[in-house]
């Protein structure tokens, strides 16, 4: 079946614009997770959405970062202002909810501010 | 979440059995041991996972000690795709839900 996807797959943006970046989970997937990736680092949790439940917001660096996700579905990953040391790959993974479950990831969007 | 400790690096020949060591002395009865992998510009990629008994799937097998306190991840039969960073995760019912990737092992799989 389909796994999760992730557009645009690379963005290139200027300095203070406001970027999105759109998650589609796998389907029935009730967990959804965003991290990133900077150039050669590992990955930093930003933000975790459960079914319902209020969001675990407790990775996202700075309130310039922000995501929503609309009906349970999609998750879209907004942020404003964007500085140079935004630049890098965000990651969205979702799971079929409640612990001891894997995570899949999509491919990723890589994101560059000039 | 219990730490975990790997080697930074490993080399495996090609069509030979990968073996890749994970410690984590401190896991907790609760906590689940998973596997994930990352090859090189892509998203991380689940393998495997499990409590305290050995685990098989497509991709690999689980080995996890009677103490709970280390495990291996083996690829059977290493190919040249399977060179990747290979990140052994701890992870419990409670506690933040996201996982913690620390830095891996990176296996690199020679012809």
């Known amino acids: 079946g389909a796994g999760v996807s992730q557009s645009p797959s690379n963005k290139v943006t200027e300095k203070g614009k406001d970027v999105e970046l759109r998650c589609d989970p796998i389907?029935?997937?009730?967990?959804l997770y965003w991290y990133r990736q900077s150039l050669g680092q590992g990955l930093e949790f930003l933000i975790y959405?459960?079914?319902?439940?209020?969001?675990?917001k407790s990775g996202l660096p700075s309130d310039r970062f922000s995501a929503e996700r609309t009906g349970g579905s999609v998750s879209t990953l907004t942020i404003q202002r964007t500085q140079q040391e935004d630049s890098a790959v965000y990651l969205c993974?979702?799971?079929?909810?409640?612990?001891?479950?894997?995570?899949?990831f999509g491919p990723g969007t890589r994101l560059t501010v000039l | 979440d219990a730490k975990t400790t790997q080697p930074t690096s490993m080399d495996c020949a090609e069509g030979r059995a990968a073996n890749l060591p994970c410690n984590h002395s401190t896991i907790s009865g609760n906590e689940y041991v998973y596997w994930y992998r990352q090859i090189h510009s892509q998203g991380p990629q689940y393998i495997i996972h499990?409590?305290?008994n050995n685990e098989t799937n497509e991709m690999a097998s689980l080995i996890i000690t009677e103490d709970r306190k280390s495990s291996t991840l083996i690829l059977p039969h290493a190919t040249l795709r399977d060179t990747a960073v290979y990140y052994c995760i701890v992870k419990g019912q409670t506690g933040a839900n996201n996982l913690f990737f620390g830095t891996g092992t990176r296996l690199t799989v020679i012809p």
């Open positions: 499990g409590l305290k």
């Open positions: 389907s029935g997937h009730t967990a």
């Open positions: 959405f459960q079914g319902n439940s209020a969001p675990d």
């Open positions: 993974a979702s799971s079929s909810g409640g612990w001891g479950g894997a995570q899949y």
